[in-house]
């Protein structure tokens, strides 16, 4: 069904107790031409680009629980391509595009909001950084602009701008930056893949990988056995495990990232704000609830839950640069699984085993990037060929010396 | 998340900086022809969903560096012992 004003006059006026299902439950067939593992952001929008760029319809997505349950309802929506690195900056630009295209695509409000993302810094070294940043993103035909002191003023009056720390001298601003309602990404897609003839079966968990003869034919699920020509494996947090079922080893520690919303409040904070130095980032949802968090726990974790010396350092950062945050509560907090991999950069690959695509590693930030994330897979499951947006995350990366380290870290995932 | 230090006693995990896997060994040799062990080493994880062994420095206290036996999926802590006990 065709969302229109039409339609929504029409159950309107009976009353909207004759909307349709969003997608199908179907059972599983014993076979497809490709099955992909995980119902997340990246396994469906796989799915839906499979089935409407490359006409490929025989097509499962298998879901361990219930679809939205894992990353891309977990995170904090937050969409850019404000990366400094060739290897990063157009594959994330690609995705930005996308998304601003995204509804009309797929006909699906997902209330994408381009209100602008401004990351701040303190010092003459942080205000170069930012620049470099800045300039490496406008070579690549990517919005930014460096504001100072009065520029973040102007934009952000209620910021701690004399912190004892880590006073303001400005931010880097990316206006088309902003968020997206992550819920609605995984149901927009779903209901695009279902409608070109995707099956998503949910509370469906993969249990094993048959291999023969060197090639992946097929899964074990907890619905049986289900055959396959290609497996795609986009199961981020649990990538490893997944990988493991084929006998493959991957540069990936699995860490939990928290979260967390406030209260609901009348607009305050118009646009997403980082404040690095302080491991905290802000924005306001639509509902009215601040929506904010920090930098991973730190430790191997498969928990979805975090700890509380996280919960303080990141409250504690937040009130540090806006100190009216100390008189709203916190309404919740929650843990996700987050890949992270070696050098801070995705992974989109084949794998050494013939039919099977991995799609993985996307440490904390695989959220604005499943659109492109989605478009790249399908094109590498369908053509066998890595996507030129993609051609820098390939699995051997780390082996040739060619990772794409943003954060400069090196091989520690806890620092990406 | 509480760490049993063997030398302090049991201690709230923010006393403590985690390193990562313990179980890697670093390779002997440093020729070309131990480059794929050095790939290991430095970038491939088991990565379980359970137990597991890890490197973790009591930074906040007696700053000796341990090895604790951690759960993945609860958090359980089994054991924690002296880096220097635990090699091999």
Same mark, same amino acid.
């Given at each position: ?176 930056? %902003? ?34 003869? %060197? ?192 954060? %400069? ?8 | ?88």
């Amino acid at each position: 069904m065709h969302y229109s004003i039409v339609s929504l006059v029409r159950n309107a006026l009976s009353g909207h107790r004759h909307w349709p299902p969003a997608w199908r439950e179907p059972e599983p067939k014993p076979d497809y031409d490709v099955v992909i593992v995980g119902g997340g952001g990246h396994g469906l929008s796989t799915a839906y680009y499979l089935a409407r760029e490359h006409d490929i319809r025989n097509v499962a997505v298998l879901e361990k629980s219930w679809l939205g349950s894992g990353n891309v309802g977990r995170n904090t929506t937050i969409i850019r391509s404000n990366y400094l690195l060739a290897g990063n900056n157009p594959f994330y630009e690609f995705s930005l595009k996308l998304w601003e295209g995204l509804e009309q695509e797929f006909n699906f409000n997902a209330m994408v909001s381009q209100r602008g993302i401004v990351n701040l810094f303190h010092s003459d070294a942080q205000r170069d950084a930012a620049a470099r940043r800045g300039n490496a993103m406008r070579l690549h035909g990517v919005d930014a602009e460096l504001l100072d002191r009065d520029g973040v003023r102007r934009i952000l009056p209620f910021l701690n701008f004399d912190n004892g720390r880590f006073p303001i001298m400005g931010g880097l601003l990316q206006r088309r930056g %902003g968020t997206v309602r992550h819920d609605a990404v995984a149901w927009g897609y779903a209901r695009g893949a279902d409608s070109n003839g995707v099956d998503i079966i949910q509370n469906c968990e993969v249990t094993g990988i048959r291999i023969d003869n %060197g090639r992946a034919i097929g899964v074990e699920t907890t619905k049986g056995f289900i055959g396959c020509r290609k497996l795609a494996l986009a199961g981020a947090g649990n990538s490893s495990e997944l990988a493991r079922m084929a006998g493959l080893k991957l540069p990936i520690e699995s860490h939990v990232l928290q979260a967390f919303v406030t209260e609901g409040l009348k607009p305050y904070l118009d646009m997403v704000v980082t404040f690095g130095m302080g491991h905290f980032y802000m924005s306001q949802s639509d509902k009215g609830g601040l929506v904010f968090g920090g930098d991973i726990d730190g430790y191997n974790s498969y928990a979805r839950r975090g700890n509380m010396p996280t919960v303080e350092h990141v409250l504690e950062g937040g009130v540090a640069i806006i100190p009216g945050l100390s008189r709203i509560r916190v309404l919740r907090s929650w843990g996700g699984i987050m890949d992270m991999s070696m050098d801070g950069s995705p992974i989109i690959d084949a794998t050494p085993l013939d039919g099977l695509y991995l799609n993985c590693g996307w440490c904390y930030g695989g959220f604005k990037a499943t659109p492109a994330s989605g478009w790249c897979f399908a094109h590498l499951i369908a053509t066998g060929q890595t996507h030129k947006l993609a051609a820098s995350y390939r699995l051997d990366r780390f082996r040739r010396g060619a990772t794409i380290d943003e954060r %400069g870290a090196g091989a520690q995932p806890n620092l990406h | 998340m509480l760490i049993d230090c063997p030398y302090c006693g049991e201690r709230l995990s923010e006393e403590f900086t985690i390193l990562g896997d313990a179980t890697k060994q670093r390779p002997a040799g440093s020729g070309a022809s131990d480059i794929d062990a050095w790939y290991d080493y430095v970038f491939i994880r088991d990565n379980p969903k359970g137990r597991h062994r890890e490197y973790w420095q009591h930074t906040g206290g007696c700053r000796a560096w341990l090895v604790v036996e951690r759960d993945t999926l609860t958090h359980q802590v089994y054991a924690v012992t002296p880096a220097r006990d635990a090699s091999a």
